[in-house]
């Protein structure tokens, strides 16, 4: 089954806490702190690989989380670190944040590597906060949290020469006839509802890769008959055959299909338009001689190529005039790639940050007392106190000093919290003080 969308929820490992831990050896009666740190957590990778052709694995299994991190341990051990895990996705997926749209990455090259989430920090063991005037510590640092984010993945298969038209032009008997594809071929409307590929070799070193892109109809742009399922899988191609239909084109003839087809590639994206397009006509074997259809091809290439296009004949039934058009195509497809070479586009530096909310007071109640009391989600702070246990004494001093050292008292004042004001953070709670 081919699936070409699929939205994901990733959450990386946790790290592992740091260990409170004293030497404890014959004849070292006053062994200082041995407590290691934490592992990091295991990240969630995304990779490109050439065997996978679709979602479906994604579809069926959305959830993906990497390992946590090991807890630090005595004699100053360091806990190990997570297991990644790595998910294969199809070369030509795009990796957008499901929330706000914005794209992360376009794996469009086999190997490619995307991290999706970031596995947390390990927890530093006591034996990091020993001081000149803190000589054995009492506490440890707690674990970073893994990142979690929800994503949805897009498939946009990539082809040389993508074959576009309306429905039951023959795209499907072309690349059957042209490669050993074999797609599905029937006389109705919308047999292919799946785009599919075929390699041609025309010689030892031409071959070209040609995608079946289901029949576009009008309003495509706006998703009329699948259209943005669609249309969105011929982007990446350099060079387009557009084949027209020279039989069955009582209701739409072949001018307004060739105008109405491409009206819709500039709505849905204008760079499309300005691509090579090569201009097939085809079922040419069933045209007669000295027929009124054929006069009317005669005018229609006269039309198209008043407007720059090349135009052929051909019959995917029978083989007629597919060699030309596809030898034309790979010429195409070389003059674009060296221009490509020539202008190479930059390519995007992803930096990954771990979101952190500011600092904010949510909520303020009064007590009779005058005592205040303050939500305080997100910024430095939550961060300290997430990661020590302030019931601890030694590790609420150490968190107490470094509020101070880190300006966070001052940020506090700001806000009008004043001494004596409890403060709550998450299912943690202590009564402000300078």
């Not at 959305?62 to 051990?77: A, I, L, S, T, V």
């Not at 470094?402 to 403060?423: S, Y």
Request: charged share 25%; hydrophobic share 40%; aromatic share 6%.
């Amino acid at each position: 089954m081919f699936i070409d969308e699929a939205t994901i929820e990733v959450k990386a490992g946790d790290g592992g806490n740091g260990s409170v831990a004293f030497r404890r050896e014959k004849y070292v009666p006053h062994g200082g702190p041995s407590g290691g740190d934490g592992g990091r957590g295991g990240n969630v990778i995304l990779r490109a690989d050439a065997n996978i052709k679709t979602l479906i694995d994604c579809s069926r299994r959305p959830h993906y989380k990497g390992g946590r991190g090991q807890h630090g341990m005595g004699d100053n051990k360091t806990g190990s670190n997570g297991d990644d895990t790595i998910l294969l996705l199809p070369v030509g997926t795009q990796v957008s944040d499901a929330e706000t749209g914005e794209l992360l990455a376009d794996l469009s090259e086999p190997g490619q590597t995307m991290i999706a989430a970031v596995g947390g920090e390990g927890g530093r063991g006591n034996r990091r906060f020993v001081t000149s005037s803190r000589q054995a510590p009492r506490f440890a640092e707690g674990a970073d949290e893994g990142q979690e984010r929800k994503l949805k993945l897009a498939l946009k298969i990539l082809a040389d020469v993508a074959l576009i038209g309306f429905p039951n032009a023959g795209k499907s008997t072309f690349i059957a006839a042209a490669s050993a594809a074999r797609p599905k071929i029937a006389d109705y409307p919308f047999t292919t509802l799946v785009p599919n590929l075929g390699v041609v070799k025309l010689d030892n070193t031409t071959q070209i890769v040609l995608a079946d892109i289901p029949g576009l109809i009008r309003g495509a742009h706006k998703g009329a008959g699948l259209g943005h399922r669609f249309l969105k899988h011929i982007e990446r191609a350099p060079v387009f055959i557009h084949l027209l239909d020279s039989v069955n084109f009582s209701e739409l003839s072949m001018w307004r299909q060739f105008m109405t087809l491409n009206r819709e590639l500039k709505k849905w994206n204008e760079e499309l338009v300005r691509r090579p397009q090569l201009i097939a006509i085809n079922k040419i074997d069933a045209v007669s001689e000295g027929s009124e259809s054929l006069a009317k091809i005669e005018q229609l290439e006269e039309k198209l190529q008043a407007r720059g296009c090349e135009v052929f004949r051909i019959s995917a039934a029978t083989g007629e005039g597919i060699e030309p058009l596809l030898w034309r195509a790979a010429h195409l497809l070389q003059a674009e790639r060296e221009a490509a070479a020539a202008n190479p586009a930059p390519m995007p530096t992803l930096t990954y940050v771990r979101p952190q909310k500011p600092l904010k007071a949510v909520e303020i109640c009064n007590y009779e007392d005058g005592m205040s009391e303050w939500e305080v989600e997100g910024g430095a702070l939550s961060n300290l106190v997430r990661r020590f246990d302030i019931s601890n004494r030694d590790a609420a001093l150490f968190v107490h000093q470094q509020m101070e050292r880190q300006g966070i008292n001052e940020e506090l004042k700001r806000f009008g919290i004043k001494a004596g004001d409890l403060l709550h953070m998450g299912d943690a709670a202590f009564v402000f003080e300078e």
